[in-house]
């Protein structure tokens, strides 16, 4: 009989997406998870996601109150032994000086990681502040970093390794090859398509690889779905020697490296997880450092009038191509008739 796996998530959302907390408990027991953390955004109130998860919480599992504090310098996970992390004002400031979250958590006696540390481009810390002043902090205050995020690895692979893709390559490289294409033009723009999609996927890779490198300057590491969905809960999990008896017991350990495994889930049948569409969007908004929202309102009005006009000037051209068209047929039939009639 194989021994269980003790198997912890640090990283999870619960009200942003309005998920309840009996579907978010049976993700937990499906990846047959034994600690996890709830780290809910400042924004979406995190001490009401702890409660509602702390009320219908199955016995055997450790749940650890956490938080992602927004910070000038990128995401930070803070975790605690107990619900008083949610009344330090601090954290629920939105944009809060980095330094004064992190004297915060000295102060406090709390545990802190940066998440997804090259993640997007505005709430990641190597991509905020760079990797040089994300060192100074790290050594400063004692701080871990997220290993693996497994919303950024679940997303990689679904679109990198997805069938979509791929029938996309054998296209493009069926395209360049082609004689017919060539002569077209047509080739060139499935060439620069394949080249934006090569940068696209080594970035991605880019993403996953880097922290991992990086986290040899932390004093510890965190690993974590960042699962907005219960679908994508235990994507990323770290493995613990043993099961801790309680929070301050789970965060001990997980400071001294009391750890046998980081990663995806490989103990699961989905080490990366199929995740549903939204959740796949989420993790591309990482991947390709795009963001639909940031596009200026004036920009998309521009763009949809533009081809609005284009349309209705498509529509009266036709319209005026079709009464010409009538006009010649007028002229031309009683001419028709005159040469018919005239033998």
């Given at each position: 009989?194989?021994q269980?796996?003790?198997?912890?998530?640090?990283?999870?959302?619960?009200?942003?997406?309005?998920?309840?907390?009996?579907?978010?408990?049976?993700?937990?027991?499906?990846?047959?998870?034994?600690?996890?953390?709830?780290?809910?955004?400042?924004?979406?109130?995190?001490?009401?996601?702890?409660?509602?998860?702390?009320?219908?919480?199955?016995?055997?599992?450790l749940?650890?109150?956490?938080?992602?504090?927004?910070?000038?310098?990128?995401?930070?996970?803070?975790?605690?032994?107990?619900?008083?992390?949610?009344?330090?004002?601090?954290?629920?400031?939105?944009?809060?000086?980095?330094?004064?979250?992190?004297?915060?958590?000295?102060?406090?006696?709390?545990?802190?990681?940066?998440?997804?540390?090259?993640?997007?481009?505005?709430?990641?810390?190597?991509?905020?502040?760079?990797?040089?002043?994300?060192?100074?902090?790290?050594?400063?205050?004692?701080?871990?970093?997220?290993?693996?995020?497994?919303?950024?690895?679940?997303?990689?692979?679904?679109?990198?390794?997805?069938?979509?893709?791929?029938?996309?390559?054998?296209?493009?490289?069926?395209?360049?090859?082609?004689?017919?294409?060539?002569?077209?033009?047509?080739?060139?723009?499935?060439?620069?398509?394949?080249?934006?999609?090569?940068?696209?996927?080594v970035?991605?890779?880019?993403?996953?690889?880097?922290?991992?490198?990086?986290?040899?300057?932390?004093?510890?590491?965190?690993?974590?779905?960042?699962?907005?969905?219960?679908?994508?809960?235990?994507?990323?999990?770290?493995e613990?020697?043993?099961?801790?008896?309680?929070?301050?017991?789970?965060?001990?350990?997980?400071?001294?490296?009391?750890?046998?495994?980081a990663?995806?889930?490989?103990?699961?049948?989905n080490?990366v997880?199929?995740?549903?569409?939204?959740?796949?969007?989420?993790?591309?908004?990482?991947?390709?450092?795009?963001?639909?929202?940031?596009?200026?309102?004036?920009?998309?009005?521009?763009?949809?009038?533009?081809?609005?006009g284009?349309?209705?000037?498509?529509?009266?051209?036709?319209?005026?191509?079709?009464?010409?068209?009538?006009?010649?047929?007028?002229?031309?039939?009683?001419?028709m008739?005159?040469?018919?009639?005239r033998?």
């Amino acid at each position: 009989m194989s021994q269980k796996k003790i198997l912890a998530d640090l990283h999870t959302h619960l009200n942003e997406k309005k998920v309840k907390p009996r579907e978010w408990w049976a993700g937990v027991r499906n990846r047959k998870l034994s600690v996890v953390a709830i780290t809910e955004h400042p924004q979406y109130d995190p001490l009401d996601a702890y409660l509602q998860l702390k009320a219908t919480k199955p016995k055997w599992i450790l749940l650890i109150p956490g938080i992602e504090v927004r910070t000038n310098a990128g995401d930070l996970l803070v975790y605690g032994e107990d619900e008083r992390i949610y009344d330090v004002r601090e954290f629920l400031k939105k944009d809060i000086a980095v330094e004064k979250a992190l004297k915060k958590v000295k102060e406090l006696k709390l545990t802190a990681s940066f998440a997804h540390p090259y993640g997007y481009k505005h709430d990641s810390v190597c991509e905020v502040i760079g990797e040089k002043k994300a060192k100074a902090l790290i050594k400063k205050y004692k701080l871990g970093t997220e290993y693996y995020n497994g919303m950024l690895g679940s997303a990689s692979y679904l679109v990198f390794g997805g069938k979509a893709v791929k029938r996309f390559y054998s296209l493009v490289a069926f395209v360049e090859r082609n004689k017919l294409s060539k002569v077209l033009h047509v080739s060139k723009g499935g060439a620069k398509a394949k080249t934006r999609l090569d940068k696209m996927a080594v970035n991605a890779v880019g993403r996953i690889q880097k922290p991992i490198l990086f986290s040899k300057n932390a004093y510890f590491i965190t690993v974590g779905s960042d699962a907005h969905y219960p679908k994508a809960l235990g994507s990323g999990v770290i493995e613990l020697k043993k099961m801790p008896k309680n929070t301050g017991e789970f965060l001990s350990m997980l400071k001294n490296k009391k750890t046998l495994w980081a990663g995806p889930n490989i103990y699961s049948k989905n080490p990366v997880d199929k995740i549903g569409r939204k959740e796949i969007l989420g993790g591309l908004g990482y991947l390709t450092k795009k963001s639909i929202a940031r596009k200026s309102k004036k920009g998309l009005k521009r763009k949809i009038g533009r081809k609005i006009g284009l349309g209705e000037r498509i529509k009266t051209i036709k319209r005026i191509t079709k009464r010409v068209k009538l006009r010649k047929i007028r002229t031309k039939l009683p001419r028709m008739r005159k040469k018919l009639f005239r033998k």
